[in-house]
């Protein structure tokens, strides 16, 4: 499942939610892996850009390859974004 395009004119990657190992879903680009740590953080275009060794996403939150799955429906509904209009991938 998908939100939006990515906002970066350059990217034409897929806004998509992901579970971290913390269980906190956050929002990702599936082409440049920019992250949204919140909905909030994205409609703000505050984005961070997680690197090695940490991946640091945020107090406790990582991205760091092999811990995290994208999300589906029930954890994006757990996360209290289930209102928003998912869109399925193609
Ligand atoms: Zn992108």
Do not use: K, N
């Given at each position: 499942?998908?939100?939006?395009?990515?906002?970066?004119?350059?990217?034409?990657?897929?806004?998509?939610?992901?579970?971290?190992?913390?269980g906190?879903?956050?929002?990702?680009?599936?082409?440049?892996?920019?992250?949204?740590?919140?909905?909030?953080?994205?409609?703000?275009?505050?984005?961070?850009?997680?690197?090695?060794p940490?991946?640091?996403?945020?107090?406790?939150?990582?991205v760091?390859?092999?811990?995290?799955?994208?999300?589906?429906?029930?954890?994006?509904?757990?996360?209290?974004?289930?209102?928003?209009?998912?869109?399925?991938?193609?």
């Open positions: 499942m998908w939100l939006v395009e990515c906002p970066s004119f350059w990217d034409q990657g897929l806004v998509r939610p992901l579970v971290t190992e913390s906190a879903v956050v929002l990702r680009c599936d082409s440049c892996e920019a992250v949204w740590r919140t909905l909030a953080d994205f409609e703000e275009q505050e984005h961070v850009e997680p690197d090695e940490d991946w640091l996403v945020g107090a406790g939150v990582h760091r390859p092999g811990t995290f799955r994208w999300a589906a429906q029930p954890d994006v509904e757990a996360a209290g974004l289930g209102s928003l209009r998912w869109r399925a991938l193609p």
